[in-house]
């Protein structure tokens, strides 16, 4: 299944305060398309500027959810790392 042709969709967009930082969430969630599908439900990430957008695709409701809580929680964890990784390297 491709997220375009899922009967149910969600889109997600994250902006940030700067482009780096946007390219450092992008980068550390995008590897996880692909890994993180099944057959209910996918994913696509992409990245214009300071703003992330995940597209999740599913065949049913409860699979939706699912999916947009599994990338919430990944966003989550990549936006505190990026905020981590840019006060180590300010310090």
């Known amino acids: 299944m491709f997220v375009d042709d899922a009967p149910h969709t ?3 967009r994250f902006a940030y305060d700067t482009e780096r ?3 450092i969430v992008e980068r550390s969630v995008r590897v996880e398309v692909g890994e993180i599908d099944d057959d209910r439900s996918t994913a696509r990430v992409e990245r214009e500027g300071r703003t992330v ?3 999740v695709g599913a065949a049913d409701l ?3 959810r ?3 809580n599994t990338w919430l929680r990944l966003l989550d964890v990549a936006e505190a790392v990026s ?3 840019e006060d180590s390297a300010g310090a």
């Open 10 to 12: 969600l889109s997600l």
């Open 21 to 23: 930082r946007a390219r």
């Open 53 to 55: 957008r995940v597209q």
């Open 62 to 64: 409860v699979a939706l």
């Open 66 to 68: 699912a999916g947009a």
């Open 83 to 85: 905020v981590d990784a």
